[in-house]
């Protein structure tokens, strides 16, 4: 069974730079698509991020363009999310995903999920 872990959260302050990483227990993910999603308090789980098995293709959400940037591990089972100038609206919990196929930004799309990381942001 697909096992997926992300780490790298923790607590800021606006404007520092952080790394999330996301790393699955099995090699199949090395051909899925893999993607991060965010879920600030009281609000639904959106779209940040999505990267294909070999890192070739890319997606990013608008609001994020500029100061987030995904990418795959040499490793394929990793991936990254860097995030630079950090603001308290990003303080969510972020949640790495996979599924086979092509890259998508439709959160029903993706069958494995990790438990999430907390990021909190403070002015």
């Known amino acids: 069974q697909v096992r997926l872990e992300e780490s790298g959260g923790g607590s800021m302050k606006a404007g520092d730079s952080l790394r999330l990483f996301c790393r699955a227990n099995e090699r199949v993910v090395n051909s899925f698509a893999m993607a991060w999603f965010r879920q600030a308090p009281g609000k639904e789980r959106e779209f940040v991020a999505a990267?294909?098995?070999?890192?070739?293709?890319?997606d990013v959400a608008e609001f994020v363009k500029g100061r987030f940037t995904i990418s795959r591990g040499n490793v394929k089972n990793t991936m990254y999310l860097q995030i630079d100038s950090l603001r308290p609206e990003d303080t969510a919990d972020y949640y790495c995903?996979?599924?086979?196929?092509?890259?998508?930004?439709?959160?029903?799309?993706?069958?494995?999920w990790g438990q999430g990381t907390h990021l909190t942001v403070s002015s």
């Open positions: 995903a996979a599924r086979t196929g092509q890259l998508t930004r439709l959160l029903n799309e993706y069958v494995y």
């Open positions: 990267v294909n098995w070999d890192g070739g293709s890319l």
